[in-house]
């Protein structure tokens, strides 16, 4: 027994030294103390047929040896561990003199305002939220008080997708309205948040509509809340986002979501509101759909409308975007021209 010992100790030395990487060197160390079959285990585990005198000293013996194994077995390791590492220094060098590439990529110009417009709604405590693109029906209108067969709903047309698993179809979300009633379930009031994000509508292109194109929603509700918060934070907005004072000014417009609704309007910053070809003579430009949230849309997202009330708005954050950079075709946007996108 002693004699097979020291001649299995001398066969794994020999089949160690030859090991040239951690495979090798990893089947060598399973082929002698692999748990299930190892040479080494197999004796350690026949000790206990061994009378007692004999187990003690084989025993002893054979310990030893496994152990001496296992040291060689890690020191071997660790040159093998180090030799990698050498020679992946020399493979992978990097040249430190070449010119650095200084055409690295850059914000899109809708992102650029958009993030200016989060920090600034942030600032005033708003939360900032993201919603489904492909929507249920209810949330996109039913839940915004436009019911099933509503004329409105022709406002906003848009993709209708087959929902196999339900009657009810699918719609690529027509507006960033859709999260007004997701949020205000699962938050509750008192609310503040905006949600920037795409849109889509089944419009024919041309210069100033596209099929896809951005919005930023936002909301308030609380108790007591009423249209001169509604303005105040618009002018705070637009001020904020055009860097001078701004002028607004709300006219009647019908959403169905909300009540009083209004469209938006500023004064043009071009000509001051005496009247040019941006503004079109007019002196003020459409900027957003806004109003009171309607008493159904708060009921739909489980507020008591007796106790809260809250504004809402819908920018364009694309007409925003070419309003702010004198963009004059809104195919641009989505084109991935490089020409165009290396303006900004
Ligand atoms: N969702 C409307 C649209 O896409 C915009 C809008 C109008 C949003 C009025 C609002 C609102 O929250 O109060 O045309």
């Given at each position: 027994?002693?004699?097979?010992?020291?001649?299995?100790?001398?066969?794994?030395?020999r089949?160690?030294?030859?090991v040239?990487?951690?495979k090798?060197?990893?089947?060598?160390?399973?082929?002698?103390?692999?748990?299930?079959?190892?040479?080494?285990?197999?004796?350690?585990?026949g000790l206990?047929?061994l009378?007692?005198?004999?187990r003690k000293?084989?025993?002893?013996l054979?310990?030893?040896?496994?152990?001496?194994?296992?040291?060689?077995?890690?020191?071997?390791?660790?040159?093998?561990?180090?030799?990698?590492v050498?020679?992946?220094?020399?493979?992978d060098?990097l040249?430190?003199?070449?010119?650095?590439?200084?055409n690295l990529?850059?914000?899109?110009?809708?992102?650029i305002v958009?993030y200016e417009?989060?920090?600034l709604f942030?600032?005033?405590?708003?939360k900032i939220?993201?919603g489904?693109?492909?929507e249920?029906?209810?949330?996109n209108?039913?839940a915004?008080?436009?019911p099933?067969?509503?004329?409105?709903?022709?406002m906003?047309?848009?993709?209708?997708?087959?929902n196999s698993?339900?009657?009810?179809?699918w719609v690529m979300?027509?507006h960033t309205?859709?999260?007004?009633?997701?949020?205000?379930?699962?938050?509750?009031?008192?609310?503040r948040?905006v949600?920037?994000g795409?849109?889509?509508?089944?419009?024919?292109?041309?210069?100033?509509h596209?099929?896809?194109?951005?919005?930023?929603?936002g909301?308030?509700i609380?108790?007591?809340?009423s249209?001169?918060?509604?303005?105040?934070?618009?002018?705070?907005?637009?001020?904020?986002?055009?860097?001078?004072?701004v002028k607004v000014?709300l006219r009647?417009?019908?959403?169905?979501?909300?009540?009083?609704g209004?469209e938006?309007?500023?004064?043009?910053?071009?000509?001051?509101?005496?009247g040019?070809?941006?503004?079109k003579?007019?002196?003020w430009?459409e900027?957003?759909?806004?109003?009171?949230?309607?008493?159904?849309?708060?009921?739909?997202?489980?507020i008591?409308?007796e106790?809260?009330?809250g504004?809402a708005f819908?920018?364009?954050?694309?007409?925003?975007v070419?309003?702010?950079?004198g963009?004059?075709?809104?195919?641009?946007?989505?084109s991935?021209?490089?020409?165009?996108?290396?303006q900004?």
């Open positions: 027994m002693q004699e097979k010992l020291n001649k299995l100790k001398d066969q794994a030395i089949e160690l030294s030859l040239k990487n951690i090798q060197l990893d089947d060598v160390a399973q082929k002698y103390f692999g748990r299930k079959g190892g040479d080494l285990n197999n004796i350690l585990k206990k047929d009378d007692p005198e004999a000293e084989i025993g002893s054979a310990n030893e040896i496994k152990e001496e194994l296992e040291a060689a077995v890690e020191a071997i390791r660790q040159t093998l561990n180090a030799k990698e050498e020679s992946k220094l020399e493979s060098w040249d430190v003199t070449l010119p650095v590439d200084t990529g850059h914000l899109h110009p809708i992102s958009q417009l989060e920090d942030k600032g005033l405590g708003f939220l993201d489904p693109e492909l249920s029906d209810y949330y209108f039913e915004l008080n436009i099933k067969h509503h004329p409105a709903r022709d906003q047309d848009t993709f209708y997708v087959d698993k339900n009657t009810d179809k979300r027509a309205s859709n999260v007004q009633v997701r949020a205000m379930k699962e938050f509750g009031p008192p609310l948040a949600v920037p795409r849109v889509f509508r089944c419009e024919s292109t041309d210069a100033s596209d099929t896809t194109f951005d919005q930023l929603e909301f308030m609380d108790e007591d809340i249209i001169a918060n509604l303005i105040a934070v618009m002018k705070v907005m637009l001020s904020a986002i055009f860097k001078r004072d000014r009647p417009g019908y959403f169905p979501f909300v009540e009083p209004f938006l309007d500023m004064q043009c910053l071009i000509c001051g509101g005496k040019c070809s941006v503004c003579q007019v002196g430009l900027i957003m759909g806004c109003g009171m949230i309607h008493p159904n849309v708060l009921k739909a997202g489980g008591d409308p106790k809260y009330s504004f819908g920018l364009g954050l694309t007409r925003f070419m309003m702010r950079y963009i004059e075709d809104i195919r641009h946007l989505n991935g021209d490089l020409r165009f996108l290396k900004f």
